[in-house]
């Protein structure tokens, strides 16, 4: 069990940092700089929302939720700001802040992985905290790369895969 734990929590790591943060920095880049907060009306929320919602997220539940360091997170601001940094510094705070999850991360060992944590007022057990901050960092970050495609419009060129390796890797 300890090896399929801390096995878990390294993809999960690395899922954070080498998938969802390059599509998000991809997406970020076909984005028109003037849509960075552009919803298509209220109570939707736009990319730059997406980014500073992820950065709480993953600072409140890994960072500090695993990590041990304080929580000053605001949820609700995160999703209601209608302005704010550039596009280009969300995604750096959130590439810190993925970094220092990370490394919360890579130095928990299957007793820290199996323990309870207070997180959100929640009692999730270490994987199930990491569990919960992949699938909703890849949640939104369906959401910002279909943002960016929609406003960017039909050359967007946003793509992550070519079929054609895909295809040959099945049937080779």
């Known amino acids: ?25 991809r997406a970020l880049e076909a984005l028109p700089e003037e849509d960075l907060w552009w919803r298509p009306h209220e109570g939707v929320i736009s990319f730059g929302n997406v980014l500073l919602h992820l950065e709480g997220n993953v600072r409140q539940w890994i960072v500090g939720g695993l990590g041990g360091a304080s ?3 605001e949820r609700a601001s995160e ?21 220092e999850a990370c490394s919360v991360l ?10 309870r944590y207070a997180i959100q007022g929640e ?14 960092f890849g949640w939104h970050t369906g959401q910002a790369v279909w943002i960016a495609k929609a406003r960017a419009g039909e050359g967007h060129g946003v793509a ?9 890797a099945k049937n080779g």
């Open 79 to 99: 999703l209601a700001a209608t302005d704010g940094p550039s596009g280009g510094e969300l995604i750096e705070r959130l590439a810190a802040t993925v970094g």
């Open 1 to 25: 069990m300890s090896d399929m734990a801390t096995n878990f929590a390294h993809a999960a790591a690395s899922y954070l940092r080498e998938t969802y943060l390059p599509r998000l920095r």
């Open 71 to 73: 929580d000053h997170r």
């Open 123 to 136: 009692n999730p057990t270490g994987l199930e905290a990491i569990l919960h901050v992949v699938e909703h």
């Open 106 to 115: 890579d130095a928990m060992d299957a007793k820290a992985l199996g323990r």
């Open 160 to 168: 992550f895969f070519d079929d054609g390796e895909i295809n040959a």
